[in-house]
């Protein structure tokens, strides 16, 4: 999902809760807190929380949840499905927290959005007592579903249309990502990369999520097509029930506070 288009609408958030957060974000989040080492009475901040999917995790653990993020629509989706927990509009850039107000921060697929990363990594070091966990998608030259993705954007669409999916890669070079954390004076305790994979259980729906919002200014001719040769270049990623599992490397930081 294109973060221009979940950013206009409650209807796009909603969309995001019931594709991208099932396909994908729910297994990133079980990590997340798992690294955090979220545990009961934690105090614990979800930075760019989205429609909250970490949050819940850490709530899941026994923590006691705050989730920020400067969307309405999405927090309007978080507050929707988990009305008991605390929600807040703000940027990651200017925390509206005091210090040390957490024991543990999460943020996950966000910081490749924030206009000053190192400001934001900073903030979330000032408001944590013990960790900060951040995990983000990591190469696109490691991630063959997306990369597949990528090539039929740019072929059909065009580079602005690439460009699109590949800022949700934009942190995923592990030097630089390290770069962003010792700029920040965050200390990294734990860097672990794994790969994961964006499943649906059809070719439909993947491409619904994952292809067409990058798409939305082509015409229906070029759709057809586009949808054509994704069928032809994600096939080894299709199972023989029609489920796709398309690989996605990911990076999960811990740094100690
Ligand atoms: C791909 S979503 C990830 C949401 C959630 N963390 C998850 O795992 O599903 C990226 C989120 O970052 C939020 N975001 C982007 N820039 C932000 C900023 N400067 N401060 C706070 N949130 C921001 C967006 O509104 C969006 O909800």
């Known amino acids: 999902m294109a973060e221009h288009d979940y950013a206009l609408s409650r209807r796009a958030a909603e969309f995001y809760e019931a594709t991208m957060v ?38 899941a653990r026994g923590g006691t949840v705050v989730g920020v993020d400067v969307n309405e629509a999405m927090l309007a989706v978080a507050r929707r499905v988990r009305p008991d927990l605390r929600w807040e509009v703000g940027d990651a850039t200017r925390l509206p927290f005091g210090d040390d107000s957490f ?48 090539d039929v954007l740019a072929r059909h669409a065009g580079g602005a249309a690439r460009d699109l ?23 990294i305790a734990r860097f672990e990369s794994w790969l994961g994979a964006t499943r649906s259980p059809d070719l439909d729906t993947f491409l619904a999520a994952e292809l067409l919002p990058f798409a939305d200014s082509v015409g229906p001719d070029v759709r ?25 490397e990911v990076h999960l930081v811990t740094a100690a506070v």
Request: hydrophobic content about 55%; aromatic content about 6%.
């Open 103 to 150: 024991d543990a921060v999460v943020s996950q697929a966000a910081l490749m959005f924030f206009g000053d990363r190192v400001a934001a990594l900073r903030e979330m070091g000032r408001v944590a007592g013990r960790v900060v966990v951040v995990q983000v998608p990591g190469r696109l030259a490691a991630s063959a579903g997306y990369l597949a993705l990528a």
């Open 165 to 187: 999916l590949g800022a949700y890669f934009a942190v995923g070079e592990p030097a630089l990502l390290r770069d962003l954390f010792e700029r920040a004076g965050l200390r």
């Open 224 to 248: 057809a097509r586009m949808v054509a040769d994704c069928r032809a270049e994600l096939a080894p990623f299709v199972d023989a029930t029609g489920g796709v599992a398309a690989p996605i």
């Open 22 to 59: 099932p396909a994908l974000f729910t297994a990133w989040a079980t990590r997340a807190v798992a690294a955090a080492g979220v545990g009961p009475g934690d105090r614990v901040l979800d930075v760019a929380c989205g429609t909250g999917v970490v949050a819940r995790a850490a709530a």
